[in-house]
Nanobody
Framework: QVQLVESGGGLVQPGGSLRLSCAAS????????MGWYRQAPGKERELVAD???????NYADSVKGRFTISRDNAKNTVSLQMNSLKPEDTAMYYC?????????WGKGTLVTVSS
């Protein structure tokens, strides 16, 4: 079973930056996709970005050009560099790993963008 632990959330002013990290433990396969979802209050959980073992990335339109996802396969980590943050980026951010058709989730880390 895979366990995911996020870190790096916090309070930041609009226009600022944050970097989220997620460490995965357990058996990771080269077919696994890792990424980030977020859920704002009163809204559904939405995909932010994901990345394959080979480095193919996918981003939500709302974060393209501002967020960058990266992955270290040797360390089983995935990171999300978030720049030019906006108040609408405020949400709980969840790391996930899709393995053999099963989604594994971290507990989440809160990102608040406010002046």
């Amino acid at each position: 079973q895979v366990q995911l632990v996020e870190s790096g959330g916090g309070l930041v002013q609009p226009g600022g930056s944050l970097r989220l990290s997620c460490a995965a433990s357990g058996t990771i396969f080269s077919t696994d996709v890792m990424g980030w979802y977020r859920q704002a209050p009163g809204k559904e959980r939405e995909l932010v970005a994901d990345i394959t073992w080979g480095g193919i990335t996918n981003y939500a339109d709302s974060v393209k050009g501002r967020f960058t996802i990266s992955r270290d396969n040797a360390k089983n980590t995935v990171s999300l560099q978030m720049n030019s943050l906006k108040p609408e980026d405020t949400a709980m951010y969840y790391c996930y790993l899709r393995s053999l058709g099963t989604d594994n989730w971290g507990k989440g880390t809160l990102v608040t963008v406010s002046s």
